[in-house]
C-alpha cells in the first residue's frame, strides 16, 4: 500500500475506534445515571427552566464522563455562530454553546472528545399569514447531542469527526441518527450530497466499519 492509502486507513480505524467509544460512553451513562438517581421524567408541555435544566445536567449527565470541563454560559466555543458543517458543506443551521434557559449544554472530556447535548424541542406559534410569531422552547422526551470525536479542531463536519446520537432516557437506549431508517435511506444521507445526520448509523450498520462506499 502507498503512503497515503494507509494513512487513510489509520484515520477510518481511528475514527471508529473514537466513535465507538463515545456510543459506549453515552449507552452506560443513560443506564447508570437512572440507577443513581432514579427514571427521568420530563412534561413535554413544560417549558424550559434554566434552573431545572442546569440541575438535570449535572445530576444526570456530567457525573458519568471523564473529567468533563462544561462551556461556560454563552460561550461559542468554536469562536462562531453556526460552527457545524454538514456532509455536502451546507451549514448546519444550530447554535452551539452552554445555555440553560435553552436546555442546551456543551462540555469536553479529558480525552479531548465534545459533546453537545440538547434537551428542548422548539414550539412555534404562526399567525394567518405563516409568519412565525412566538417561538417557546419546551423539554423534548428524546434528547439529541452531538459528538465532535476532535474537540473544537476542524473538519467540523457531519461524518467525518461529529455524528449525531438520541438518548432516550424512557427506555434507557441510546441509538444514532437514522436509526430504524432503510440502507438505502442511510446511504442517501451518508453522502458527498446529504448532510451526513445518519452516518453513525452507517458505520454500525456496516459492522463498526468504515467500508470502500463511505463518503470519506
Known amino acids: 500500500m502507498t503512503m497515503p492509502i494507509l494513512i487513510g486507513k489509520y484515520k477510518k480505524q481511528v475514527t471508529v475506534t473514537q466513535l465507538k467509544k463515545a456510543y459506549t ?18 412534561s413535554t408541555s413544560e417549558q424550559v427552566d434554566p434552573n431545572v435544566a442546569e440541575n438535570f445536567f449535572k445530576l444526570y449527565w456530567l457525573p458519568y464522563f471523564n473529567s468533563p470541563t462544561v462551556s461556560k454560559v454563552g460561550f461559542k466555543p468554536y469562536g462562531v455562530d453556526l460552527p457545524y458543517k454538514y456532509m455536502n458543506y451546507t451549514q448546519v443551521n444550530t447554535g452551539v454553546y452552554t445555555k440553560y434557559t435553552e436546555g442546551r449544554l456543551f462540555f469536553t472530556t479529558n480525552d479531548g472528545t465534545s ?11 404562526y399567525d394567518e399569514d405563516g409568519n412565525m410569531i ?4 419546551r423539554y423534548n422526551s428524546q434528547q ?10 476542524p473538519p467540523n463536519t ?18 444514532p441518527y437514522g ?7 442511510i446511504n442517501e444521507d451518508c453522502s458527498h450530497t ?9 458505520i454500525m450498520q456496516d459492522g463498526w466499519e468504515i ?6
Open 194 to 202: 446529504g448532510t451526513g445526520n445518519y452516518c453513525a448509523a452507517k
Open 25 to 42: 460512553v453515552l449507552s452506560q451513562m443513560v443506564l447508570r445515571s437512572q440507577e443513581d438517581n432514579g427514571p427521568v421524567y420530563f
Open 134 to 137: 412566538s417561538i417557546i422552547a
Open 144 to 153: 439529541y447531542v452531538y459528538v465532535d470525536l476532535n474537540g473544537i479542531k
Open 211 to 216: 467500508k470502500d462506499d463511505y463518503p470519506w
Open 115 to 125: 459533546y453537545f447535548v440538547f434537551i428542548m424541542t422548539w414550539d412555534k406559534e
Open 179 to 185: 436509526n430504524g431508517k432503510t440502507t438505502e435511506q
Open 158 to 175: 457531519f461524518g467525518k469527526d461529529i455524528f449525531g446520537f438520541v438518548v432516550y432516557f424512557d427506555k434507557s437506549i441510546v441509538r
